[in-house]
């Protein structure tokens, strides 16, 4: 490997050379120093080679960012010049020709730059606008349509007392859970942030950038946003005391919110009560004291979150959901069901679990120590409760058999407990309360977890659970498992860990996976087949097609009923 390195280096320098770059021997590393687009601009660059695999593309300084341009030049990072020129996620870089890459790299970069200073990229200045603006970042709990007056709340969302995240939302946040459970108080009731529509924002050349006070913000609102001009002043007007005030710019580019601070030699109950009427016109005739933040805002609502990765597929907002059995797999589900959005939107899951979590579970459970003798159902709940505050989860640490009347009140129930006896009196309950009965999801995992299935059972002309293996003795009506295969128990009573099927934690996660995709499909109405199975260990198990079983006339569950 040195001796690749070695050659690459040597290559690297040749191709630099070739470029009229030298290399800067002042710095440790692979640094050189040369003008980019070197026959027309004729920009002063630094470039840096820190990587030989060319996982990242070298790093490109602009030494004068303004060069060859009258103001900001888009792509230009404004702390220390770093000039993007490369998406790397877009592009691969061929490690085994660096010559070649390093050339490729310096024309894309020629390339950019002319078309940032001709003002090709106008677009791009207003795509990047947030990295030249933010001192921080802000949770938006917020549609993204929202305008009009909403709150900063400073809350603490872990148990860390010095971290502290900025939260904006309309009255109350569902992140104020989280405050509520770390500080064991109410969040105080929040700063007014009045949200205002604008246009586009970007930069104006000839305004100092960043704004650092409230005149310097105003003569940028003036050109950019001028219907957001005198919110700062407006805001303090129609608040008591604070000498701190927020609005929020929610431009087609994002959302940017602005903090001003009022100096502390203004700070007096004089200036921030008694002439808190016109504070208004006091602040106009000093704007210089009036220091201004600016903050990025990152969406954190509901319809962002639980839409974000599904595309076009509606999420599970809205839906009620039940689930039965928060094991291994119904753990797993569990997760992958709320951050489908199970529970948002005036939906609801429902955990149902009568079992401990024990230290025998550890090894391949969603949960992990702090939840040691927690019930599962429980423990569950609050756990996606802390990572998902948005929503409604319920539990209840009751066997399912004792609560039976609960079913009918969800639009999908799913046992994943993979207990065959629990699934078959479920089936005998639900196909004797057809058609007032909800659409039941079974799933389980196959022997040593050599395969997962999914079965949804609703349509009285298609096969029940017990459709499936109609004599408790017999064969199943899909062999999944391989002719000889026997399964693998474990038992370990000295540690007091008893009767066991061994499988590792990815089967019950792929479990999980199948089963959500079929509740994804329900949801949009896409239950193309009622039975699916996902193999995972071809030496033991056979792959089988998906399909719909139609009802099996014998089936002593519906047989006689349909």
Not at 232 to 242: G, H, N, P, S, V
Not at 447 to 461: E, I, K, L, R
Request: proline share 6%; charged share 25%.
């Amino acid at each position: 490997m040195p001796e690749r390195d070695d050659d690459s280096v040597r290559r690297i320098h040749d191709a630099f050379s070739q470029r009229n770059f030298r290399r800067d021997f002042s710095r440790r590393g692979l640094h050189y120093i040369g003008l980019l687009d070197e026959t027309g601009l004729k920009v002063p660059a630094v470039v840096s080679v820190d990587d030989l695999d060319f996982i990242r593309p070298p790093v490109i300084c602009l030494t004068d960012p303004e060069a060859g341009s009258k103001g900001q030049v888009p792509h230009v990072l404004r702390s220390d010049g770093t000039f993007c020129y490369l998406d790397r996620k877009s592009v691969v870089l061929d490690r085994y020709k660096p010559a070649e890459t390093i050339i490729q790299c310096l024309e894309r970069a020629d390339q950019v730059l002319r078309d940032a200073v001709r003002g090709r990229l106008v677009d791009d200045l207003a795509e990047e606008f947030g990295g030249y603006w933010s001192d921080g970042e802000v949770l938006v709990d917020l549609p993204p349509s929202f305008e009009g007056d909403a709150k900063v709340h400073i809350l603490r969302l872990d148990r860390d007392p010095e971290h502290k995240t900025i939260v904006v939302s309309h009255d109350k946040t569902s992140f104020a859970k989280l405050h509520r459970r770390n500080t064991v108080k109410d969040p105080g009731p929040g700063i007014l942030c009045p949200i205002i529509l604008v246009p586009p924002l970007s930069f104006d050349p000839k305004l100092p950038w960043p704004p650092k006070d409230l005149a310097q913000l105003n003569g940028w609102l003036k050109k950019m946003a001028p219907n957001a001009l005198g919110s700062i002043e407006a805001a303090f007007a129609r608040t008591k005391d604070l000498h701190i005030q927020w609005i929020c710019l929610s431009a087609p580019n994002g959302r940017f919110f602005v903090s001003a601070e009022i100096a502390k030699p203004y700070r007096t109950p004089e200036f921030l009560k008694n002439r808190r009427a016109s504070i208004a016109r006091t602040l106009d005739r000093i704007p210089a004291a009036v220091e201004i933040s600016g903050y990025v805002g990152v969406p954190a609502d509901e319809g962002y979150v639980f839409s974000r990765n599904l595309g076009h597929m509606k999420n599970l907002a809205g839906k009620r959901i039940l689930l039965i059995g928060c094991g291994t797999v119904g753990g797993f589900l569990a997760q992958h069901l709320a951050q489908s959005g199970a529970g948002a939107g005036g939906g609801r899951l429902m955990l149902v679990d009568d079992d401990e979590l024990q230290g025998a579970n550890l090894g391949r459970h969603l949960l992990g120590a702090p939840y040691l003798t927690w019930n599962k159902a429980e423990a569950c709940a609050d756990f996606l409760g802390q990572q998902l505050p948005h929503l409604d989860i319920g539990f209840s640490c009751d066997s399912i058999m004792k609560q039976l009347a609960i079913l009918q009140r969800y639009d999908l129930c799913i046992d994943a407990t993979g207990e065959e006896a629990l699934s078959i009196a479920l089936n005998d309950y639900a196909v004797r309360k057809r058609p007032d009965f909800p659409p039941i999801l079974y799933t389980w995992l196959e022997g040593n977890g050599a395969a997962a299935v999914g079965f949804m059972s609703h349509d009285p002309d298609l096969a029940c659970f017990k459709c499936l293996k109609v004599e408790l003795a017999g064969e199943k009506r899909f062999r999944l498992l391989r002719e000889g295969v026997e399964i693998e128990t474990a038992r370990n009573l000295a540690c007091g860990d008893a009767h066991y099927i061994p499988f590792p934690v990815s089967r019950a996660a792929s479990a999980a996976g199948l089963a959500c995709d079929m509740v994804l499909d329900w949801a949009n109405n896409g239950e193309r087949h009622r039975w699916r199975s996902l193999t995972m260990d071809h030496r033991t198990a056979n792959e089988v097609k998906d399909g719909n079983p139609k009802r099996v006339v014998k089936c002593p569950a519906c047989g006689g009923s349909a």
